[in-house]
């Protein structure tokens, strides 16, 4: 079905290929996950199945990549919309209509389709993915997962041979993430689509792949069974970490897989985690940074924040946690001062200034917010340009002692070119910027919306660091975030959202133990022993990890 024939892929000013001599062969009704570091060339690859790579990027591409019988360099992207299907990140971005029964329907308008088989096909694919019932709701008004399921079924009106998915639950809640994947596995078995995945969160998706590509990051490509891979791979699920620590063989791919393998386990290891990693949950210990009352947020008649009050304590670093839609980021950005809010107080450090009430340079310097998308805060042309912009914004307010912008970020992420342009860098780089030019003024709270987006395990394992050393410093620290893994090694404390209102508030090991869905997977593996982390694990053992 796709098969790439000595492919290499290189871009203008790019010290070398990102792809160098690629063969592979997909075959048909095959789901393949595509992994690797941040920045490895995972997206290239995407990109090169349906032809966006090169004519819609540029570069030069050498060999041959064909798909479906059509060779992609002959081929325009709008000519392979029939054979390979394209579902991006950010589903949002990519509509073009407003509803969910135009949005499917557009696809097979700009393909000519007949009336009558436009109907048809309309009908099959809300059935499909379980959308029948949202086929007349906003586009803008939908979960997250009920985007991504949108959108996949824009593409699959096409009746495409192929699909391709580019972190497809990057930005879900664990149930939707679950609901995207059943829905795509579905595609594979039932219809014998061949699903082409890129994911950082393998914890997620491995138990579903049929065949493995790992990129490297020197432009090669290893490709094969999903246990034979994983098992010489730079980035590994927790499960598969935990399978190498106790010398499993062959390697589980799935929490059940491991469970079966966990008694003999369990019995080695002490009935209380030897402390590993961050310390338990610091909910009592610091002063209070912030306060937040009563806090409501409304859009029309929407309630996006119901009464939420909460206390967040310097040297605390804490996970808001919920599905998508609970209320999260409108209660970040409450918090921070510039969003909405229709009542409630916020009151920041022993002077009870509220953020809301000071001009932004003032503002600034007692609540910093790193949005979903740290993009949007990068506007000049150059690192350094950012860097220096950030520097003198600190200079015109009444911050004083700040660390200049460029120490700050070699800190966080040493060597990043002066002179590179804000929109190249990787998601983790990008990330990194704007959290240094955030730091600069200093603030007493740090709030970071969805930060792990697009970061592979190393990736967050430095962003884990860096939210250690600011905790350590006295800093507030507040993550809203899907990615249970990840608060399990950042934070003592979760708060949980729920239709706008904050329903839990404790301990990790307490709260992201007492549901299945935020449960990690150490902890489900190794239920009813209270062990979140391989690190533990080792530790439990009197082993070294690196994790």
Request: hydrophobic share 45%.
């Amino acid at each position: 079905m796709i098969v790439f024939d000595q492919v290499g892929i290189t871009y203008d000013k790019s010290p070398g290929p990102v792809l160098r001599d690629v063969s592979l062969r997909i075959e048909e009704g095959e789901l393949c996950l595509v992994i690797g570091h941040t920045g490895s060339g995972k997206s290239t690859l995407l990109g090169a199945v349906n032809g966006l790579v090169p004519h819609f990027t540029g570069g030069t591409l050498t060999g041959r990549v064909v798909v479906g019988g059509r060779d992609t360099a002959r081929y325009k992207p709008r000519e392979l919309a029939d054979v390979a299907g394209v579902v991006g990140q950010d589903p949002l971005a990519g509509f073009v209509t407003d509803t969910v029964e135009e949005e499917l329907a557009y696809t097979m308008e700009q393909l000519a389709i007949e009336p009558a088989a436009m109907r048809t096909r309309l009908e099959e694919t809300l059935d499909l993915l379980g959308i029948a019932d949202l086929r007349h709701r906003a586009l803008h008004s939908l979960s997250g997962g009920q985007q991504q399921r949108v959108a996949i079924g824009a593409a699959l009106t096409a009746h495409p041979r192929v699909l391709v998915l580019d972190e497809p639950t990057s930005a879900l809640d664990p149930t939707s993430a679950e609901d995207v994947l059943a829905a795509i596995t579905r595609l594979v078995h039932d219809l014998g689509v061949t699903v082409v995945l890129a994911e950082h969160r393998l914890e997620r998706v491995v138990p579903y792949a049929d065949r493995v590509i790992y990129l490297a990051g020197d432009g090669r490509v290893e490709e094969g069974g999903p246990a034979d891979i994983l098992a010489r791979a730079e980035v590994r699920p927790p499960v598969v970490e935990l399978g190498k620590l106790a010398g499993w063989e062959p390697l589980p791919l799935s929490v059940r897989d491991a469970r079966r393998l966990a008694p003999r386990l369990r019995q080695q290891l002490p009935d209380t985690p030897p402390r590993a990693g961050r310390p338990a949950s610091s909910v009592q210990s610091g002063q209070p940074a912030l306060t937040a009352r009563g806090i409501v947020v409304r859009y029309g008649p929407v309630i996006a924040v119901r009464a939420a009050s909460l206390t967040l304590r310097s040297g605390e670093c804490t996970a808001l946690m919920g599905r998508n839609g609970s209320g999260k980021s409108s209660l970040l950005w409450a918090l921070q001062g510039t969003g909405s809010r229709t009542a409630g107080t916020v009151s920041v450090g022993a002077s009870a200034v509220d953020p809301a009430r000071l001009p932004p340079a003032r503002a600034r310097r007692l609540v910093g917010l790193v949005p979903q998308t740290p993009a949007d805060l990068l506007y000049l042309d150059t690192v350094e340009a950012e860097l220096a912009q950030a520097d003198r914004d600190v200079s015109d307010s009444t911050v004083t002692g700040a660390a200049p912008a460029r120490d700050i970020l070699e800190e966080i992420a040493p060597g990043i070119p002066a002179a590179a342009h804000p929109r190249d860098l990787s998601a983790g780089q990008q990330l990194a910027l704007v959290l240094a030019i955030q730091l600069t003024a200093a603030p007493a709270v740090i709030l970071l919306d969805e930060p792990t987006r697009g970061l592979d395990y190393q990736a967050k394992a430095s962003l884990t660091s860096v939210l250690d050393q600011l905790a350590a410093r006295g800093h507030a620290v507040v993550v809203a975030t899907h990615d249970v893994e990840f608060a399990t090694r950042a934070c003592g404390r979760v708060v949980v959202m729920a239709e706008g209102e904050i329903v839990t508030d404790g301990p990790a090991p307490a709260v992201l133990t007492a549901s299945p869905t935020f449960a990690p997977q150490i902890a489900k593996i190794l239920a009813p022993l209270p062990y979140l982390t391989e690190a533990q694990v080792a530790a439990g053992l009197g082993r070294r990890t690196g994790s």
